[in-house]
């Protein structure tokens, strides 16, 4: 007789391993600290996951779902585009706010490149990014020179990096406060809007394309 699989086990890995990885990072978090902390053993773990990184990969896809279904939740209330980005940078704020280590092990994650993202995993956020593309094309609001990637780098990597700032209390004395998601959800708003790369509106870079313009003029009359 086939073994059955104790849900409430797979759950309490999950949320351990968000914690463990939330605390030290992925290259940090051995397998057996978050056996530890679920209250299993590195036995039961290596039944369910492979290994470390399908651990990984099995909690970004189901954080991934949660967020495709927030934007689904917000087009289903018949929102404006504008609303569901701004709807969507508070929702990553509201869970920063009431979970924060569901963000510290997302923040981790990101700039780590030692572990390989799953194609399935990449896939949906592919069409998470593709869905919003698509939403936001249609209602004119998102540029069209802005590309899926781009709308990933603006709604998912702006915010997250605001918020691994404001936990560090760099710039502020208090984490998070509450106009920073309203300031950030504006200035996705403008980026997808605007839909021109940084380097056009970089006044470095706008000097040295008025320099070799010059350079060029020059020479061309010499």
Same mark, same amino acid.
């Given at each position: 007789?086939? %073994? ?14 968000i914690?463990?990885f ?6 940090n ?22 290994? $470390? ?8 896809? !189901?954080?991934?779902?949660k967020?495709?279904? $927030? ?7 018949? %929102? ?11 929702y ?23 572990? $390989? ?8 956020? !592919? ?12 209602? $004119? ?6 590309t ?13 990096q ?13 984490p ?10 504006d200035?996705?708003?403008t ?8 380097s ?7 000097? !040295? ?10 020479y061309?009359?010499?």
């Amino acid at each position: 007789m086939a %073994k059955q699989t104790d849900l409430t086990k797979i759950e309490r890995i999950r949320e351990a391993a968000i914690r463990v990885f939330g605390r030290n990072g992925s290259a940090n978090a051995p397998v057996a600290a978050i056996a530890r902390e679920a209250g299993v053993s590195v036995g039961y773990l290596y039944r369910h996951y492979a290994g $470390k990184e399908d651990l990984l990969n099995d909690l970004l896809e !189901k954080t991934l779902e949660k967020l495709g279904d $927030k934007v689904e939740e917000l087009a289903a209330q018949r %929102k404006s585009t504008e609303e569901i980005i701004r709807g969507f940078v508070r929702y990553i704020f509201d869970v920063a706010r009431e979970q924060p280590e569901r963000i510290l092990y997302v923040l981790h994650l990101q700039n780590d490149l030692s572990w $390989k993202i799953a194609e399935s995993t990449t896939g949906r956020l !592919k069409d998470l990014c593709g869905h919003l593309l698509t939403l936001g094309r249609s209602a $004119k609001t998102v540029a069209p020179g802005i590309t899926a990637e781009d709308l990933y780098i603006i709604l998912f990597c702006l915010p997250l990096q605001y918020i691994g700032t404001s936990f560090r209390n760099i710039f502020r004395p208090v984490p998070l406060p509450p106009e920073l998601p309203d300031k950030v959800a504006d200035m996705c708003l403008t980026a997808v809007r605007n839909g021109e790369p940084a380097s056009d509106r970089c006044g470095y870079c706008e000097e !040295k394309r008025t320099n070799r313009t010059f350079i060029s003029e020059t020479y061309e009359e010499n």
